[in-house]
């Protein structure tokens, strides 16, 4: 039995991300959590003939939607608004995903949690310290989904050099917003970096990390991305099962971990930085992730990126930590 939830799955990126997950052989039950319209939405999925059971779970059933998962998603909570940033979401979102945490602690233990809602970067410390709090911690079982900044930079890519596939993939470190947002566009091949002015390499940088703002303007108030935002939890969720579940190996994506994941590999760098969380490559294996790939070697102009980065990294860290930490 290999139990998915999705917690949020009636909202924007809740109903696209289980359709494609309903998709899967991988899965063989859909739970859908959400705190309206659950019902609805779990009665037209569960017409689709693959091999999923769907079912659906309201307000008051959260514990019954947990109940055993193996893999939990959250995409819970409210999206911006034109003119805000990702941070002013904390002061609902932080609350939503803490409970949903709690629920994780009380249910299933040891599922595998990816964290869709913003701020990442400090909602996923808060999921991190509630399960410290609870003892159950295992930083290889918690992620925080950045994937739609690689997918944006792959497609941006493409569109600057028509030579490089769109499905080319691009290391982005760093965090989920704005400056953290650190796409390594120097490691692309057909000397990509050194074929753009310096105009033309900042314009395309500011494009992948405001490239949420984008959809937010031309939503104009209706939300954010939803649909390249569900395709991109999709992949990420079906890599990891295929990893865990499907015992496939060298399956790499770029997410948001806690460093302890692979303590080897980031020691020196936790050092250097104090940085508790960074979104890095990473590989799956069996228990989630296998191991943390070394940051590459970053042109010049990537490490000012990275020196940009790291302060607001620190501060949306230490607002998520604060959050669960310093509550009674
Ligand atoms: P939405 O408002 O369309 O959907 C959110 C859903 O969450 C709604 O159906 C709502 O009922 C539900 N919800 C609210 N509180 C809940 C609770 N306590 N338990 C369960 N469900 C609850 O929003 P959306 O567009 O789907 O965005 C959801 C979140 O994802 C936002 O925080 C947004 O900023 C974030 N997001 C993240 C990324 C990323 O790259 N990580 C990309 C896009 C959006
Ligand atoms: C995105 O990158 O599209 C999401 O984080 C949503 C947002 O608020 O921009």
């Not at 319209?37 to 008051?60: P, R, W």
């Not at 979401?89 to 609350?95: D, E, Q, V």
């Not at 949690?113 to 310290?129: A, D, G, H, K, Q």
Request: hydrophobic share 40%; charged share 20%.
């Amino acid at each position: 039995m290999v139990k998915v939830v999705i917690c949020g799955a009636a909202g924007g990126i809740g109903q696209p991300l289980s359709l494609l997950l309903k998709q899967s052989d991988l899965i063989s039950h859909l739970a859908l959590y959400d705190v309206v319209n659950a019902a609805g939405v779990a009665a037209d999925l569960s017409h689709i003939n693959t091999k999923s059971k769907v079912t659906g779970h309201g307000k008051e059933s959260m514990d019954e939607a947990l109940k055993n998962a193996h893999t939990v998603v959250i995409p819970a909570g409210v999206p911006r608004k034109p003119g805000m940033t990702r941070d002013d979401l904390f002061k609902i979102n932080a609350g939503i995903v803490r409970d949903l945490a709690e629920g994780v602690v009380r249910n299933c233990p040891n599922a595998f949690v990816l964290v869709i809602s913003n701020p990442v970067n400090s909602t996923v410390p808060i999921v991190c310290e509630v399960f410290k709090k609870h003892g159950i911690f295992n930083p290889k079982r918690v992620f925080g989904i950045s994937t739609l900044d690689v997918v944006r930079s792959s497609r941006f890519v493409s569109e600057v050099n028509p030579k490089i596939d769109p499905a080319t993939r691009v290391t982005v470190v760093g965090g989920h917003s704005g400056v953290t947002i650190v796409p390594l566009l120097s490691k692309l091949p057909h000397g990509f970096v050194d074929s753009l002015s310096k105009e033309q390499l900042d314009a395309l940088t500011h494009r992948i990390q405001y490239g949420g703002d984008e959809v937010v303007k031309a939503k104009d108030g209706a939300g954010s991305a939803t649909l390249s935002m569900a395709y991109a939890g999709a992949r990420f969720t079906l890599a990891l099962l295929d990893a865990v579940i499907g015992g496939k190996q060298g399956l790499i994506e770029s997410t948001y971990v806690n460093l302890d994941a692979d303590p080897q590999a980031t020691a020196s760098f936790k050092e250097k930085t104090g940085l508790e969380y960074f979104a890095q490559d990473v590989e799956f294996g069996p228990e989630g992730v296998s191991r943390i790939l070394p940051l590459p070697t970053v042109s010049a102009y990537e490490q000012t990126l990275l020196d940009n980065a790291f302060p607001e990294l620190k501060a949306n860290i230490s607002k998520g930590v604060s959050f669960i930490t310093e509550s009674a």
